[in-house]
């Protein structure tokens, strides 16, 4: 069983950064791919940046340029790092990792509000 911890979530003002840190407790390096998703109350789980073994990611239309997802091999942590934060990136954020055998893995979540 994978535990996942996120953390890095808070109150930050429109325009503002936030960094995210995802803490595995087990290698992330064999893993398929991690993302972060997040979600807001009545509406589904949605995508927002997702990182695969081979070093390919992907973002969702709504943060690219602003989001950035790396990861610390050494230290199996996922960062998520977001910048210019608009007042609907407010959610709850959810850490995800995919083993090779296409088991699926959360965090409990990280809560990120954006607001003056």
């Known amino acids: 069983q994978v535990q996942l911890v996120e953390s890095g979530g808070g109150l930050v003002q429109p325009g503002g950064s936030l960094r995210l840190s995802c803490a595995a407790s087990?290698?992330?390096?064999?893993?398929?791919?991690m993302g972060w998703y997040r979600q807001t109350p009545g509406k589904q789980r949605e995508l927002v940046a997702r990182?695969?073994?081979?070093?390919?990611?992907n973002y969702a239309d709504s943060v690219k340029g602003r989001f950035t997802i790396s990861r610390d091999n050494a230290k199996n942590t996922l960062y998520l790092h977001m910048d210019r934060l608009k007042p609907e990136d407010t959610a709850v954020y959810y850490c995800?990792?995919?083993?090779?055998?296409?088991?699926?893995?959360w965090g409990q979540g990280t809560q990120v509000t954006v607001s003056s």
């Open positions: 087990a290698t992330i390096f064999s893993a398929n791919a």
């Open positions: 990182m695969f073994k081979y070093g390919a990611s």
């Open positions: 995800n990792l995919e083993t090779l055998g296409g088991l699926l893995y």
